[in-house]
Nanobody, 121 residues
Framework: QVQLVESGGGSVQAGDSLRLSCAASGRIFSTYAMGWFRQAPGKAREFVAAVKRETYYADSVKGRFTISRDAKNTVNLQMNSLKPEDTAVYLC??????????????????WGQGTQVTVSS
């Protein structure tokens, strides 16, 4: 089993920054991917960023968000130049297998409870 706990959300103004963290415990392998997704009210959950040997980003956040992972399997998401359209619940995710596809929700079995990010204009 894997446990994921997110922290760092909040309410900010457009242009501000936030740093989200995901503390992972349990059956976590450093070679497996870990990802961040987000879900806005009334919308489907969407990919934000993932880290494995490399980092991967959705086009909507590329150049503004940075994902990183430390030796303790804490995954951080540094979010700069936030926009109102970034408002969503952000969720950390981990797979149960070493899947090559890491940008879809179907690739991940374990999810955190989510942390709210609200960006006002």
């Amino acid at each position: 089993q894997v446990q994921l706990v997110e922290s760092g959300g909040g309410s900010v103004q457009a242009g501000d920054s936030l740093r989200l963290s995901c503390a992972a415990s349990g059956r976590i392998f450093s070679t497996y991917a870990m990802g961040w997704f987000r879900q806005a009210p009334g919308k489907a959950r969407e990919f934000v960023a993932a880290v494995k040997r490399e980092t991967y980003y959705a086009d909507s956040v590329k150049g503004r968000f940075t994902i990183s992972r430390d030796a303790k399997n804490t995954v951080n998401l540094q979010m700069n130049s936030l926009k109102p359209e970034d408002t969503a619940v952000y969720l950390c995710a981990a797979p149960s297998l070493d899947t090559p596809v890491i940008t879809t929700t179907e690739s991940y079995e374990y999810w955190g409870q989510g942390t709210q990010v609200t960006v006002s204009s």
